[in-house]
């Protein structure tokens, strides 16, 4: 029988599992193949050993020691009484271990290696707490039983008190911490996230965030990724969702979904906000007209500066950027532009048409990615007009649209590299 005088007051899962439970005359009665916990509090509170292949548990109250040693019983081997698994208990072991967590200090996705647990002597009665986790490597190998070895390994805990049961039976663990912890994170960072982990715990972490911040997090994500938490997800949430998003964001979004998931996606859209995406996803994909977006400032050429920028406040929540001013006709056609700049160092009452520029560099609707390419870095621009065969101003495509569709991979490497070079052409044209 193992050595179970000493009594430490902390230890590891790891130490414990597989170890004899003995009785009191020091009959081995099985094995501790698993905890059983409930939430009452911060820590989880251990209730139960499982020591065999039935669904049968040990009480703890029935136990006088527990440590890395293994366990030691009240009662002997014939008068052991035990007791199925209740609603509000998990087993530590099987849904803990290896589960996957969001540790946001680091914004990284990481993995439950091992389990501290935690004695506490109470009144004479043995209690056990899961008081933190391990998430490093030394947790790894010491389940691995390479204990030595794992010393040269800071230990990475991370403390039970940031988590909380998912739900009542599986307990999987949230998706941490608390809503405004995560609304502070950029959906960059929350993307990286979401591509962490598994296919269900990233449908739990976004529907932790408000429709905006959802829409903006998927908008961030990869296309793959995007497609499939939103063919998972019932098409009334993934409206809502999408509906949040850019025009041009919804209808990449969509077109990356199935015929009939898209479809119905869009039947329960505003018609007239439905309909906006559509005619995005009509265009050709790698055109202008698929990467452009309808939201832009366009103003008549009557305006002056000052009325410009009044306009400007009112139109500058619904624009995908304002550092252009596109001036245009009474039939919408493109006759100008203006930049930001020009607009706040013009006199006030300066019309419109004599601080534009009437040659303005645009694209059209059918011009393809590698026109889009070449207009965005040659002219140094931020954003790019794009007319319809009838010179009417239909959209924009902004220069951090260029670079999504080239990361993506959406377009060949020979458009990534051509890019390269012409960023460093313009780079030491300005030295």
């Known amino acids: 029988m193992a050595d179970t005088t000493y009594e430490p007051r902390e230890w590891y899962l790891s130490e414990l599992l597989g170890k004899k439970i003995y009785d009191p005359e020091g009959r081995t009665v099985g094995r501790v193949r698993d905890l059983v916990a409930r939430w009452v509090q911060a820590y989880p509170e251990v209730t139960a050993l499982k020591h065999a292949r039935s669904t049968e548990i040990i009480p703890l109250a029935a136990v006088s020691r527990l440590g890395p040693y293994g366990a030691v019983l009240r009662e002997c081997k014939e008068g052991l009484r035990t007791r199925p698994v209740a609603d509000q208990e998990i087993f530590v072991r099987r849904w803990l271990l290896d589960k996957q967590i969001v540790d946001l200090r680091g914004v990284k996705v990481v993995r439950v290696n091992d389990i501290k647990l935690r004695?506490?002597?109470?009144?004479?009665?043995?209690?056990?707490?899961?008081?933190?986790?391990?998430?490093?490597?030394?947790?790894?190998?010491?389940?691995?039983?390479?204990?030595?070895?794992?010393?040269?390994?800071?230990e990475q805990l991370l403390d039970w008190q940031h988590f909380k049961p998912l739900e009542t039976r599986t307990a999987a663990l949230q998706l941490v911490v608390p809503?405004?912890?995560?609304?502070?994170?950029?959906?960059?960072?929350?993307?990286?996230?979401?591509?962490?982990?598994?296919?269900?715990?990233?449908?739990?972490?976004?529907?932790?965030?408000?429709?905006?911040?959802?829409?903006?997090?998927?908008?961030?994500?990869?296309?793959?990724?995007?497609?499939?938490?939103?063919?998972?997800?019932?098409?009334?949430e993934a409206s809502a969702i999408v509906g949040a998003m850019a025009p041009d964001e919804a209808a990449d979004a969509l077109s990356d979904l199935a015929r009939e998931k898209s479809a119905e996606i869009l039947r329960l859209m505003p018609p007239g906000q439905a309909r906006e995406v559509e005619s995005l996803m009509a265009y050709p994909e790698g055109t202008a007209g698929a990467l452009m977006t309808p939201e832009f400032v366009a103003l008549p050429a009557s305006l002056t500066a000052q009325e410009v920028i009044e306009r400007l406040r009112e139109l500058a929540p619904s624009a995908e950027t304002i550092y252009y001013v596109y001036v245009v006709d009474d039939a919408g056609r493109l006759v100008g532009v203006?930049?930001?700049?020009?607009?706040?160092?013009?006199?006030?009452?300066?019309p419109v048409t004599d601080i534009m520029r009437r040659r303005v560099v645009a694209l059209r609707v059918t011009d393809g990615f590698e026109q889009v390419l070449e207009a965005t870095a040659k002219y140094d621009l931020l954003a790019v007009?794009?007319?319809?065969?009838?010179?009417?101003?239909?959209?924009?495509?902004?220069?951090?649209?260029?670079?999504?569709?080239?990361?993506?991979?959406?377009?060949?490497?020979?458009?990534?590299?051509?890019?390269?070079?012409?960023?460093?052409?313009?780079?030491l044209k300005r030295r």
């Not at 109470?122 to 030595?148: I, K, M, Q, T």
């Open 179 to 236: 809503k405004e912890e995560l609304a502070r994170l950029h959906p960059a960072d929350l993307a990286d996230l979401l591509e962490g982990l598994r296919a269900g715990e990233r449908a739990l972490l976004l529907r932790q965030l408000d429709r905006e911040r959802a829409a903006e997090t998927l908008a961030e994500v990869e296309p793959k990724t995007r497609a499939q938490l939103l063919e998972a997800m019932a098409s009334s």
């Open 119 to 154: 004695l506490v002597r109470s009144n004479g009665h043995l209690e056990v707490l899961v008081a933190a986790v391990d998430v490093g490597p030394r947790g790894l190998l010491r389940r691995l039983g390479l204990g030595r070895l794992s010393r040269v390994f800071a």
């Open 338 to 350: 203006l930049s930001l700049r020009e607009l706040i160092v013009a006199p006030p009452d300066t």
């Open 385 to 427: 007009p794009v007319v319809d065969p009838d010179g009417k101003l239909v959209g924009i495509v902004t220069v951090d649209d260029v670079l999504d569709t080239l990361l993506t991979g959406r377009q060949s490497r020979k458009y990534l590299e051509k890019f390269s070079r012409l960023l460093i052409l313009r780079a």
